[in-house]
């Protein structure tokens, strides 16, 4: 009886002590892969939680968030929720980085161009670098990364542009991509490049440092153009927790300061006026559960507008906030 809770009490610890290397496994690549990618990025990375599976040769990276670099106004540039990541554990056994599969489930893109009329994404200092011609020599110096399928899922595109004037115009694409595929990315350089050029792709705005560094490292993908538009839709919606006058009030008070209020209806639930170049009309109602929902309609010369109309929704969110 004694040998066997001896044997019983040596399981517990060593159960105890393999899950507590595990933490703190997960712990120390969590620290090193913060700090390495927030130096090659030129700004500040974070990310919520790490977990890496040994026996399933498995990663799953929760809360990834790359901040604006600096002489940008603080604020996120890129909202992943999670990455995972199947690596090859005999390949990086003998030094080499290799993954057979990445998926970036990402959230939000903010692309900003301050008040001088620069980039955010041009900024970071992985584009700076890999627009020159010694990327690929660069390249070549980091330890190797074969990355042979990434899938991209991308929700929403923010564009704030700062160059008119505090505050900014603000337009939103809802593109809703979902496992958009490319194969065979051999360098750090390369993911950060297709990642941010698909997020750039539905604001239709030129980045000289994306395209420049596209074209040294070889990456093949260009922006679509504007291809996260509803077509033929004008309409953008939004529900907020707050009740009817809060944000009724919220709505009347953006349209004074960022716009021009040509007129209002409390008890329609309906404002009307221009902003950002275009006629923009409020409706507000009730919404789900004892949420308010908001109807933004935006067009200009009659062309549908809905960047526009989400552009709107996005700096009403933040004023009710």
């Known amino acids: ?49 790490l977990s890496v599976g040994l026996l399933t040769q498995k990663v799953d990276i929760r809360d990834l968030r790359i901040y604006n670099p600096a002489g940008f106004p603080e604020g996120t540039l890129i ?9 090859d554990l005999s390949a ?3 030094g080499r980085l290799h993954l057979p599969l990445v998926i970036f489930d990402l959230k939000e893109a903010t692309i900003v161009k301050n008040k001088e009329g ?4 041009d900024s970071l200092k992985v ?19 074969q990355i042979d399928v990434m899938k991209l899922n991308l929700g929403k595109v923010v564009f704030k542009d700062y160059s008119k004037g505090d505050p900014p115009a603000i337009s939103v694409y809802d593109v809703h ?9 051999n360098s750090v350089q390369q993911l950060v490049v297709v990642v941010l050029m698909e997020a750039m792709g539905p604001t239709a705005i030129k980045s000289a440092g994306v395209y420049a560094a596209a074209t040294v490292l070889g990456v093949g993908f260009l922006p679509a153009g504007v291809v996260g538009l509803l077509v033929g839709k004008d309409t953008a919606e939004q529900e907020f927790s707050s009740n009817f ?10 349209m004074q300061e960022a716009g021009q209020l040509n007129s209002q209806d409390k008890s329609k639930g309906m404002i009307k006026g221009k902003m950002q170049g275009a006629d923009i009309t409020f409706k507000i109602g009730k919404g789900s559960g004892n949420k308010t929902k908001v109807t933004a309609t935006a067009r200009q010369m009659m062309i549908p507008k809905p960047e526009v109309a989400g552009g709107v929704l996005q700096r009403l969110l933040e004023k009710v906030k």
């Open 1 to 49: 009886m004694n040998k066997l809770k001896g044997r019983q009490k040596i399981a517990v610890i060593v159960i105890a002590a393999i899950f507590a290397l595990g933490i703190i496994k997960d712990f120390v690549l969590k620290t090193v892969i913060t700090s390495v990618g927030s130096n090659v990025l030129g700004a500040k990375l974070t990310m919520g939680g």
């Open 79 to 87: 909202d992943v929720p999670q990455v995972r990541v199947d690596y």
């Open 92 to 94: 990086l056994a003998g």
């Open 118 to 121: 620069k980039l955010n994404v």
């Open 127 to 145: 584009m700076e670098e890999a627009g020159k011609k010694e990327a690929k020599k660069t390249a070549q110096e980091l330890p190797g990364i």
């Open 177 to 185: 991509v979902k496992d958009k595929t490319f194969k065979n990315i």
């Open 245 to 254: 006058n809060k944000v009724y009030d919220a709505s009347v008070k953006l």
